[in-house]
Nanobody, 121 residues
Framework: QVQLVESGGGLVQSGGSLRLSCAASGFTLDYYAVGWFRQASGKEREGISC??????RTYYRESVKGRFTISRDNSTVYLQMNGLKLEDTAVYYC????????????????WGQGTQVTVSS
């Protein structure tokens, strides 16, 4: 079965850090652009970052620029989240995307099950 698996979520105080990981099951992520998305309670899912398969291009949503860093190492994609804010509380998902440019990304598919990130005051 082809799927992505996220890990690393948890409860953290405002200003704290977490690192999320995204690994593939049933295939390798090496040849795919990968995006991170999040969905807060009662809100629509939004794309927050992506990284190209070549590891040469990244995209960040304005609200996370300067605080989040996406990276990849072999078949795992990471999202380092620093300076977490209350409004970062959400379920975070990774997905393969058709492409990743610095200002846009392609259609997502192969979703993971999500990992909860909760930021407390």
């Amino acid at each position: 079965q082809v799927q992505l698996v996220e890990s690393g979520g948890g409860l953290v105080q405002s200003g704290g850090s977490l690192r999320l990981s995204c690994a593939a099951s049933g295939f390798t992520l090496d040849y795919y652009a990968v995006g991170w998305f999040r969905q807060a309670s009662g809100k629509e899912r939004e794309g927050i970052s992506c990284i190209s398969s070549s590891n040469t291009r990244t995209y960040y949503r304005e609200s996370v620029k300067g605080r989040f860093t996406i990276s990849r190492d072999n078949s795992t994609v990471y999202l380092q989240m620093n300076g977490l804010k209350l409004e970062d509380t959400a379920v975070y998902y990774c997905a393969t995307v058709g492409y990743c440019y610095t200002n846009e990304y392609g259609y997502p598919n192969n979703w993971g099950q999500g990992t909860q990130v909760t930021v407390s005051s």
